[in-house]
């Protein structure tokens, strides 16, 4: 248990509020690895985390060892809406590694 609660100790949950974010690599690669995952095939891949200072330099990196998506979500587009579209992917690692 991890603070009293019902989720496990290996039950990792991230949530950030992203201004930038970018990927490295063509975008193919996540939208390859979301193809794989419906596939049944080649689920699991590493996923790196660079977090930015204020400045916009690199600060630390936090990388997620064979990771499988448990959720995709692509809001309705909106050409009324000037906000950004926010992309939402969310995985489960099996292991974290700090770099």
Known sequence: MVDGSSQSANDVRLR????????????????????DTMRGQDMYRDVAVTFFERDGSPGD???????????YA???FDV????????????????????
């Open 74 to 76: 692509f809001p309705d």
């Open 16 to 35: 950030l509020k992203i201004q930038r974010i970018e990927v490295s690599g063509p975008r193919q690669d996540v939208s390859q690895w979301l193809l």
């Open 80 to 99: 009324s809406n000037e906000s950004p579209i926010t992309e939402t992917l969310m995985f489960q690692p099996y292991l974290m590694s700090n770099q």
């Open 61 to 71: 990196e936090v990388t997620y060892l064979q990771c499988f998506i448990t959720g």
